[in-house]
């Protein structure tokens, strides 16, 4: 009896001693669900008391209502909403400002922040501490900046809905998403419109710009000092500029959309080692006022404008329906454009230089020329413009002039004796039929 009883005690401490482990065990685990408790809010409070009460990996939820701001995470927490759960600013500085790394905000309304730009006044601000947190499925209306993040590593800004106070003029109003110093940050399926740019990448790398939609704006994306970042499937249309990308380098550009934007679809400005592929830019067309008259000198409608812009490659984009297909300047030279599709522009080439440009495998609506070995492969140099061209570039009211027997004349003359053609584009290989793949991408685009 006392061995048996001396056994069933061994065991019942040994029991005691495993639960006791496996118990500790499951407090220190990583992320386990003992770990998180959830708290709910109440309408009409301030969420600081529960983010102070709160530990990190805790959940605060939500529900349906207004919650007076501003509110600073800093703790790993995850703040989810239910729909109609509003975060109210209080009308001036930042609504949410995140200090702390891995915070989620999921599905939250963020209205009434400050308008102040200088003091980068914004819906949710995230600060360089912030390291891989989220956002997504939420919903900010204000004046200021949508959300800014500042020098913040591994973030994701995703599934969002911004804009910004058509009330303001368009260089009052804040940017949509604003990213200054980051890298590898993701901004991925977003709606932003009203703002005054929708994306701004300002001294950044690596960071991922995909399948955003931006309507609206002065620039849908604009990039400022950013080398070695990725643009994917985004679309611009009522832009001033579709894609704004300016002192960059190794920029890759590739199946972005851009339709009915004013003045330029895609606008390069010091790019160099940078890759456009697979982008359709179409009706690209300068504003004007109620007269008919011009608002902007200058701007023709550009589908895509290269200034002082080398060592890029243009491949397999389609330019289509605009004032100017492609217009290059400013010693924008050694760019290698090859595969791409120019239909309809009006112009489908501006370049202005001293040196000749060799450009082969394009497709030309106004090709005129003949196959006869039937290889796809036109058997004659297409030369998109001649010296009337440059002419009139440089003197636009003789355009009245441009159907005149004169000017026809003269084109005949300048085809008839090569030593009268001026520097200019050359396509040695001129495709005759539009290649599929861009054919598949603009049936693709058209509504």
């Given at each position: 009896?006392?061995?048996?009883?001396?056994?069933?005690?061994?065991?019942?401490?040994?029991?005691?001693?495993?639960?006791?482990?496996?118990?500790?065990?499951?407090?220190?685990?990583?992320?386990?669900?003992?770990?998180?408790?959830?708290?709910?809010?109440?309408?009409?409070?301030?969420?600081?008391?529960?983010?102070?009460?709160?530990?990190?990996?805790?959940?605060?939820?939500?529900?349906?209502?207004?919650?007076?701001?501003?509110?600073?995470?800093?703790?790993?927490?995850?703040?989810?909403?239910?729909?109609g759960?509003?975060?109210?600013?209080?009308?001036?500085?930042?609504?949410?400002?995140?200090?702390?790394?891995?915070?989620?905000?999921?599905?939250?309304?963020?209205?009434?922040?400050?308008?102040?730009?200088?003091?980068?006044?914004?819906?949710?601000?995230?600060?360089?501490?912030?390291?891989?947190?989220?956002?997504?499925?939420?919903?900010?209306?204000?004046?200021?900046?949508?959300?800014?993040?500042?020098?913040?590593?591994?973030?994701?800004?995703?599934?969002?809905?911004?804009?910004g106070?058509?009330?303001?003029?368009?260089?009052?109003?804040?940017?949509?998403?604003?990213?200054?110093?980051?890298?590898?940050?993701?901004?991925?399926?977003n709606?932003i419109?009203?703002?005054?740019?929708?994306?701004?990448?300002?001294?950044?790398?690596?960071?991922?710009l995909?399948?955003?939609?931006?309507?609206?704006?002065?620039?849908?994306?604009?990039?400022?000092?950013?080398?070695?970042?990725?643009?994917?499937?985004?679309?611009?249309?009522?832009?001033?500029?579709?894609?704004?990308?300016?002192?960059?380098?190794?920029?890759?550009?590739?199946?972005?959309?851009?339709e009915?934007?004013?003045?330029?679809?895609?606008?390069?400005?010091?790019?160099?080692?940078?890759?456009?592929?697979?982008?359709?830019?179409?009706?690209?067309?300068?504003?004007?006022?109620?007269?008919?008259?011009?608002?902007?000198?200058?701007?023709?409608?550009?589908?895509?404008?290269?200034?002082?812009?080398?060592?890029?490659?243009f491949?397999?984009?389609r330019?289509?329906?605009?004032?100017?297909?492609?217009?290059?300047?400013?010693?924008?030279?050694?760019?290698?454009?090859?595969?791409?599709?120019?239909?309809?522009?009006?112009?489908?080439?501006?370049?202005?230089?001293?040196?000749?440009?060799?450009w082969?495998g394009?497709?030309?609506?106004?090709?005129?020329?003949?196959?006869?070995?039937?290889?796809?492969?036109?058997?004659?140099?297409?030369?998109?413009?001649?010296?009337?061209?440059?002419?009139?570039?440089?003197?636009?009211?003789?355009?009245?002039?441009?159907?005149?027997?004169?000017?026809?004349?003269?084109?005949?003359?300048?085809?008839?004796?090569p030593?009268?053609?001026?520097?200019?584009?050359?396509?040695?290989?001129?495709?005759?039929?539009?290649?599929?793949?861009?054919?598949?991408?603009?049936?693709?685009?058209?509504?």
């Open positions: 009896m006392i061995r048996r009883a001396f056994v069933v005690n061994i065991r019942s401490v040994a029991i005691g001693l495993i639960a006791a482990w496996l118990g500790l065990l499951t407090s220190l685990w990583p992320g386990g669900a003992p770990l998180a408790a959830e708290w709910t809010a109440t309408p009409g409070d301030s969420l600081q008391p529960l983010v102070a009460n709160a530990a990190g990996g805790d959940r605060i939820l939500l529900p349906e209502g207004r919650y007076a701001g501003p509110l600073v995470i800093d703790k790993t927490l995850a703040l989810r909403a239910e729909n759960a509003v975060v109210d600013g209080g009308g001036a500085g930042n609504a949410v400002v995140v200090e702390a790394p891995d915070v989620v905000i999921d599905g939250v309304n963020v209205e009434n922040w400050g308008a102040d730009l200088t003091a980068m006044d914004a819906g949710i601000f995230i600060a360089r501490e912030a390291t891989g947190s989220v956002v997504k499925n939420a919903r900010l209306e204000g004046p200021g900046f949508g959300i800014w993040l500042d020098g913040v590593h591994d973030a994701v800004i995703e599934d969002n809905v911004i804009r106070d058509a009330e303001r003029r368009s260089q009052d109003r804040g940017n949509g998403v604003h990213l200054f110093n980051v890298e590898n940050v993701r901004v991925e399926g709606d419109a009203r703002t005054r740019d929708g994306i701004y990448i300002d001294n950044s790398s690596r960071s991922f995909a399948r955003n939609r931006l309507h609206d704006l002065r620039y849908g994306v604009h990039y400022m000092y950013a080398h070695d970042n990725r643009l994917e499937n985004n679309s611009t249309t009522g832009t001033r500029t579709g894609y704004a990308l300016m002192q960059s380098k190794r920029l890759t550009v590739i199946n972005n959309h851009s009915g934007d004013l003045n330029y679809g895609i606008l390069m400005n010091n790019i160099t080692n940078s890759t456009l592929r697979g982008n359709r830019v179409s009706d690209i067309h300068q504003r004007r006022d109620a007269s008919g008259q011009a608002l902007v000198s200058g701007a023709a409608g550009k589908a895509l404008f290269v200034y002082n812009s080398q060592y890029n490659l491949e397999n984009n330019f289509a329906n605009s004032g100017i297909g492609i217009h290059l300047t400013a010693g924008s030279e050694d760019n290698e454009v090859t595969g791409n599709a120019f239909i309809d522009n009006r112009q489908q080439v501006k370049y202005v230089a001293t040196r000749s440009q060799e082969q394009n497709y030309w609506s106004n090709y005129l020329g003949w196959d006869l070995d039937d290889d796809g492969v036109g058997d004659t140099v297409f030369e998109p413009n001649d010296a009337m061209d440059r002419l009139l570039w440089r003197y636009p009211a003789a355009r009245i002039l441009m159907d005149s027997p004169a000017v026809l004349a003269l084109r005949w003359v300048q085809r008839q004796f030593v009268f053609r001026p520097q200019g584009v050359r396509d040695s290989a001129p495709l005759m039929d539009e290649p599929e793949a861009l054919t598949a991408h603009a049936e693709e685009a058209s509504p």
